[in-house]
């Protein structure tokens, strides 16, 4: 029976990080990107994380925690760093390559047989601050 759950627990996470991987490197721009790492790739690892500490747990050499640790690490840090680029690449205004959402129609009016997208004026930039000599 333990053979089946560990077979399950490395197959899903195998899976995930599969699909995580694959988001990486198909979606277009970088906020979809980070999806693949952060979601999928994370529940991955955290599977194969679970399995070897079931796995190392089993074998009569005690609990085995480390695994434990770096799976509650993982989780913990995936999303925080994610926060982090996201805000980033919003400090630096790239450009998202998605679709505006479909139930906000306030700011596209028709022009002719396609929806024009009417987008506000950008703020001017701001002047980076003079280094200072030393």
């Known amino acids: 029976m333990l053979e089946y759950l560990l077979s399950f627990l490395i197959l899903a996470g195998a899976l995930f990080t599969f699909i995580g991987a694959l988001g990486l490197a198909r979606l277009r721009d970088f906020y979809t990107r980070l999806h693949g790492p952060t979601k999928a790739t994370t529940l991955g690892v955290g599977c194969l994380l679970i399995a070897s500490s079931v796995y ?79």
Request: glycine share 6%.
């Open 56 to 134: 190392f747990s089993s074998q009569g050499r005690g609990m085995s925690l480390h695994e434990v640790l770096v799976t509650l690490f993982l989780f913990i840090t995936a999303p925080i760093s994610a926060h982090l680029l996201a805000k980033t690449a919003l400090h630096l205004r790239i450009e998202s390559l998605a679709p505006p959402p479909q139930g906000d129609q306030s700011d596209t009016r028709e022009a002719g047989s396609y929806t024009e997208i009417i987008t506000p004026p950008r703020p001017p930039e701001r002047p980076l601050p003079e280094e200072r000599t030393r």
